[in-house]
């Protein structure tokens, strides 16, 4: 198990290296500081406002050999953007943002607690309330329930999280006036009002995706061996169900958990940005519209991270959860 | 003569087909008496297995039970007995178990804890009381260290254990009837006559009955008392072990013992049975075995024959043997 | 451009019809699609109206275009779309309801009183022409990119799988990297460096899509590469080209074609969020959302807008998502391999 955890994170490593490098690539070859600095600066001003603009920063080094130093010098290689890169990402040194200068690092630690507020809910409730219904439907498998309920998985499936989140506001917020449509508080119990529209919307607009994914697993496990012979045993279908293929299904649901965890992520994207909560989905947004290159590539790194960690602690916990894979 | 324990009288079970349903077991009737061992013989696709699962009513869902069947056992009927009732059968009066014991246990779970379920899902026991329950059961299929045992997986165990796993699952409440689906069809040679012999010894120390469906005559040697042979949907031929093996009367019985390879018979071409198993729904009208045996006539083509008794013990389906004894 | 897009057109059209007659005489292909025609007619058919609507929007030509005084659109190729609608005359001045025979604000009399069917946006535009249009959009970047991006993915996924080792290594390693940069957040980064426009637009989807196709390909070939005809035939001394093009690709074919519907409509929708941040397709029904979304706010709220590109996004990815579904049933590959 330690040999295997060992080389799973030696991957994982090597993966963020990789990603770092096609960030770079991304930001800095096909977008060159030149090009960053105009969008920063504007279009009409003079070479020395631009050069001025890139050094302040950190723009101004060549991009692979610092051609400056002699050959032995070891600063030929490392005062150049592509070490100052590594260097900054794997050491969570953010920088400035390139649209107004603040502090990347304080806006992440400003912008978390919001967004965690908001995606942790989602993705227990979520998973919560996607399971027990696929296990109901899973129950009554065949009949008109089933039948009934994959028909409404499947409309809710094809409509699109945009229109979820402006119809939800609209129905919700402007016409019923449960929730506010928009805004944030940080105390928690001012904050629920605000957070409970856009957990709503979050909820409804996956649930036929999982529901319908998790039915599916569940009807295989049911359909295999072992249940036979609890049946045999005398086990009825409740049970079957709750202490034998629950148990199972969860395996390849845990799998499928850390296909959604960057969803949480962006999907987060899109509803922090429209229910004007001040997150990290938000702050993403903004570099967009702003177009704060610095921002964007730490928040695709950082984004990249957590899935890389969340691929991680899946194997582990898949590992952990299989007795078959814990024990050889 | 006592009342037989199970009595399975014109049991029908239907598939769906491509129009309507059709008939995959047809009219098959069978009895086993307290402790006997019955063997159910027959090759793959005959309903051997359909026909096991129906007494416990585990058909698949697109299977179905027709009338006129009956299914007795103890005197009830099963087939009208409500759902709560049959499950207290199913493992409790009745046991079962399956041919592969790789997938027929649950495998995230500890086989000890597996076994405790079928105790407490019968007999609500304090833990302590069950879990040693358990131990007894461990050993009493032959498991080496039980108490460790108790925690091991599934998949840690070979599948000799894992058979036995499987049989101390289904004895656990001293049924009165054990069906053994191809028990040891996936096993090895040399554990195959283990678990023969532990279900042998099994059920002459509980007095419990087996059902046993095979395909393999050298199992049906070594613990059959009867034997029933199943062709095409029903029974062509029901017997003593030693009728069966020594004299079957039904060509197509004939047939399957004369192509059991024998090594005093070494050199000699194999022995077969020319043609194929005709598919449900595809069964010619009369008798099902006649395109393929070399004794047909006129009449096994257009009428199914009935029971002809050729001893109080051995009763064989076929126009042929009916015209030899009542010659 | 226009004569690039026709041409395009046309060999699309060929190849298409080259492919259906090709599949036509193979049984299993043809039993496939009759049960797919007898199991989700619905669907099909809306498929093909799209699919006949985005072709009459492709197909275009110079001439005759331009309103009054207007010479520059005068040389502006128009496609038959546009010359059904003329939407350079067929213009109000702002918004109008559905039908309605004057205009929302206001109310002046329209220059078309009760003929526009879904009435028309802030411009003037007729929506429902705006809604039609949004067709050729939702197609060209679900349909055509992945058209772009399968035979690439193929080319690495089989070669990945079939040749194992460093190949398999090099190929495992970009598309672990790839994927694990949360596709949205590399969609967004990816049209951010290389600006906004469709062709950009069309590529980050194709990157942030590659990686879906490459993973099924390189896992169906490696399964399929143990597969005992594989051993028979590289025990013939059949040469591994042939291995690949008759045994291995049509044995992952149906995967693909699963793939490719699902992943379509993921696509489109990916598209509509990146209308939404600002740089999406232009004249996509993402981008009629997103103008429209303000106007739900206006008192009398204005709905036809976000009706109409509503209606469109959601009859295609229902259609696709429906026919994908019972594609996944039909298409079997152990029921083909049997037949062989």
Redesign the interface.
Known sequence: MAAYLIRRLGYGLMTVLGVLLLLFVLFFTVTDPDDIARKAVGERARPEVYAQWKKNHGYDRPLLVNRAYAASDRRRYTDTLLFDHYRRMLSFDFGNSDADDSSISRRLKEGMGPSLSLTVPLFVFGLVLGVLLALFVAFFR?TYIDRAALVVCMLTMSIAGLLYIISGQYLIGMLLKWFPISGFAFEPWLAARFLALPLLVGIVSGMGADVRLYRTIFVEEIN???V?????????EARVML??VL??AL?PILTNIVITIPFLFTGALLLESFFGIPGLGSLTVEAIHGNDFSTLRTMVYLGALLFIAGQILTDISYAL????VR?S | MSAPLLSLQNLVLSFPAESGRTAVVDKVSLEIARGETLALVGESGCGKSLTALAI?R?LP?PGRIEPPSRIEFDGRNLIELPVPEM??????AI??I?Q?PM???????AVGRQVL??VL??QPLPRSAAHERVIELLQMVGIPDPRQRFYA?P??LSGGLKQRV?IA??MAMRPRLLIADEPTTALDATIRAQILELLRQLSATTGTAVLLITHDFGVVNEIADRVAVMYAGMIVEEGSRRELLGQPRHPYAQGLIKSVPRPAARGGKLEEIKGVVPRPGRWPPGCRFAPRCPYAFDRCETELPQRTAVSPTQGVWCHLVEYEVHA | MSSLSNAVVVCLLIGAAWLLRHLWHDRYWRESGLQLWRRRPLALITLAVFLGIGLMDSIGWVGGGGGEDDEVAALRSRTLIDRLFQPERFTEASYSAPLAAVSFYGGQPLKYPGSHLLGTDILGRDVVYRALKGIRVALLIGGFTSLIVIPIALLFGVSAGYFGKRIDDAVFFVMTVLASVPSLLLLIALVMVMGRGTVQVCIALGITGWVHFCRIARGETLKLREAEFVDAARALGVSDRRIIWRHILPNIAHLIIITFALSFTGLVLAETILSYLGIGVDGSWGQMIDQARNELSRTPIVWWNLTGASVGLFALVLAVNMIADALRDIIDPRTRREGQ
Not at chain 1, 228 to 236: E, L
Not at chain 1, 321 to 324: I, S, T
Not at chain 2, 103 to 109: A, D, Q
């Open positions: 065949e295999r061996d072992y036979r012979t609890a049946r045999a045993k005398g086990c009825g202490a034998h148990r199972n395996i959860a299989d007795p078959r024990l | 416990m585990l869902k499950r207290a059968i199913r493992g409790g046991g079962m399956f592969e997938t027929s246990l649950n495998p995230v779970t379920e079928a899902l019968h997986y998949h840690q499987m699952m289904a």
